[in-house]
Nanobody
């Protein structure tokens, strides 16, 4: 069983930055593909970013490319999402997810474990 705990959310103004963290339990974190998803009120959960087991490969949703950066520290069992130039449309609950089957995937169905989420609110 893997437990994921997100942190770092908050209320910021448009143009500001935030860094989300996701701490994972378990001894095999370095073998998990990791991802970030988000869900705004009344909308479906959507893919944000993913990073491979090694951290060498990443992929992003078009809406965040050039503004968000996903990274991981396997020694600390932690994955990060650096969010810059935030926009009001980035407001959502952000979820961390772990895949035991895929190193890099944008599909939520390919993730096996999910955190409870952290709220990000961007005011205009």
């Amino acid at each position: 069983q893997v437990q994921l705990v997100e942190s770092g959310g908050g209320l910021v103004q448009a143009g500001d930055s935030l860094r989300l963290s996701c701490a994972a339990s378990g001894r095999t974190f370095s073998s998990y593909g990791m991802g970030w998803f988000r869900q705004a009120p009344g909308k479906e959960r959507e893919f944000v970013a993913t990073i491979s087991w090694s951290g060498h490969n990443t992929d992003y949703a078009d809406s965040v490319k050039g503004r968000f950066t996903i990274s991981r520290d396997n020694a600390k069992n932690t994955v990060y999402l650096q969010m810059n130039s935030l926009k009001p449309e980035d407001s959502a609950v952000y979820y961390c997810a772990a895949s035991t089957r895929y190193s890099l995937t944008v599909y939520s169905a390919n993730y096996d474990y999910w955190g409870r989420g952290t709220q990000v609110t961007v005011s205009s």
